[in-house]
């Protein structure tokens, strides 16, 4: 294989890795907001719980194969040389290997809320709502990750969307614990 072929491929890799690590970030934080949304009981004629619960579990879905591509992307990309089992094993990379743990980390954890929700009626509730709490830890986790290891992090426009993400996931929990539920009840 010619080197300018390698090099097309891991160019290539490396802006489809970006784009889906960005567009997981939009994904996630879209989750987040939908599973706060379901215990505050916000719903209109337009928009009832039961299309809330339906779009979180299908923008969740959505999201975990877009993050699914992000790591096959970025194992293809020849310049950072990232592991398979780096993708789920929290740090077994050599690219900097505390914060793509972070992301490897966070990837595990939505593969269980996603497995346990799947699961959901043979599980019971108690198993997954506990489960289901991961999603506070996977989110951050996630953020982190990207903030230190994408390689347009610092870009302007990148640092806004990921502020805009990180503010609206924000005031969606503050409004949830304001109502009294973070204590209470997760629905899905």
């Given amino acids: 294989m010619s080197i300018a072929v390698v090099a097309n491929a891991s160019t290539w890799a490396w802006y489809f890795s970006r784009a889906t690590g ?6 996630l934080t879209g ?3 939908l599973g706060v949304l379901g215990p505050l009981r916000v719903a209109t004629e337009r928009w009832p719980r039961f299309a809330i619960r339906a779009l979180h579990r299908d ?3 959505l999201a975990i194969t877009v993050v699914a591509i992000h790591v096959i992307m970025i194992m293809l990309d020849q310049y950072v040389h990232v592991p398979l ?6 740090w077994g990379s050599s690219f900097k290997p505390f914060w793509t743990g972070m992301g490897a980390l966070a990837f595990d954890l939505m593969i269980a809320i996603v497995v346990t929700s799947l699961a959901r009626m ?6 997954w ?8 830890a996977a989110w951050p986790l996630a953020v982190a990750h990207g903030l230190v290891t994408g390689s347009d992090s610092r870009k302007p426009w990148v640092l806004a969307l990921t502020v805009a993400c990180i503010a609206i996931a924000a005031i969606a929990v503050a409004m949830r614990a304001q109502n009294g539920t973070a204590a209470g009840s997760l629905e899905a």
């Fill in 129 to 136: 709502r506990f489960v289901h709490w991961f999603a506070y």
């Fill in 59 to 61: 923008v969740s879905l």
């Fill in 22 to 27: 960005l567009v997981a970030l939009v994904l």
């Fill in 85 to 90: 089992s780096a993708a789920v094993l929290p």
């Fill in 31 to 33: 989750i987040v907001v």
């Fill in 122 to 127: 043979r599980l019971g509730y108690t198993a």
